[in-house]
Structure formats: C-alpha cells, structure tokens
C-alpha cells in the first residue's frame, strides 16, 4: 500500500516512510508544549524526541526539529517574554546535543547521551553566566540561571532514558 505523502508529493516509498516520521516527531516537539505546560514533563519529552529524530530520521531532520520547540513555546506565551534572549541559545544546545549525541551513539549509547547532555547544559550555563548578565536584570539572571542550569541536565538525561525505551519498544536498531 502507498503511503498517501510519498505518492503526492513524488517521494520513494522509504522517503515517504521517512516523511512521515519526521512530521509525526515535529508534530510532537511542536505541540506538546501547547498542552502541557510544566517543563519537567516538557522538557525530558523534547529531549527524547532529539535524540530519537537523529537515530530514526538523521541529524539534518533533527537538527529541523530542534528549531521548533522554543520557537513554538515563546510564540505561544509558554516561555515567558523576558527569556527570548535565550531562544537562539537554546535552539543552539539543542543542536549542540544532536551533533555530539549523533558523533558518539556508534559507540555507545548512553556515553552519546551522557556527553551530549552535559555538554547542553555547560553550554547553557555557560551562555547565562557570560552573555545574559549583560542583558538581564540581576533579579531575573537569578531566576534564567537556575532554569538553565541543572533542571536542563536532569531533562537532556531523562529525555536520552525515555529514548532509549522508545527505540527498544520500536526495537528500531540503528
């Protein structure tokens, strides 16, 4: 049977399979954020879909998919308006993570997501302790550094677990 995207828009078979993944962990990362508004549920789940977009579509799709989630969520008044300094930032440690998850998985699983994940976070912290005091007012760099801190590592990590689950439920080996 065709798969309806892969015959309209000109695709092979494993392109239109490829399509739709894509679309459906977009669709995801875009918007989970609209209904769930915590970001110790949002956050770990965004960080799944990273790390599963580069193991089931690659790190070009991935790398598409990191744009949106903080795109969407301060379009969407789900990041409060003083943290839109950080967007390029975090659109960045996303890619950030992809790059380093992708080079590393051939490896080893987990050392891909543990060394992916840290560098995120030091890359955040990095980048709030550096850049965002000059742009901040002390009263919220206080409240950006802690967001951008460790709740950022514990959610790069968690994500990576609930990857991992993902893709042994999809028993997808990659």
């Known amino acids: 049977m065709n798969n309806p995207l892969s015959t309209s828009l000109g695709l092979s078979k494993a392109q239109g399979l490829v399509a739709t993944k894509f679309i459906a962990l977009l669709g995801v990362a875009t918007f989970l954020p609209m209904f ?38 301060l379009a969407y008044g789900l ?60 009263k919220l760099l206080e409240s950006v550094a802690v967001l951008m801190s460790w709740p950022q590592l514990f959610s790069a990590l968690l994500g990576g677990a609930i990857a991992w689950v993902v893709l042994r439920w999809l028993k997808f080996e990659k």
């Open 36 to 73: 769930i508004h915590s970001q110790w549920l949002t956050g770990p789940i965004v960080n799944a879909i990273l790390f599963l977009a580069v193991a089931i579509v690659g790190v070009r799709e991935a790398l598409l998919i990191a744009l949106v989630p903080s795109s969407v969520a």
């Open 79 to 138: 990041l409060p308006t003083p943290l839109a300094p950080m967007v390029p930032f975090i659109m960045m440690s996303n890619a950030l993570l992809i790059w380093i998850f992708d080079i590393l998985r051939s490896r080893n699983y987990w050392l891909a997501v543990v060394v992916a994940s840290v560098a995120k976070f030091v890359w955040l912290y990095a980048i709030v302790h550096l850049l965002m005091k000059s742009l901040l007012s002390a």
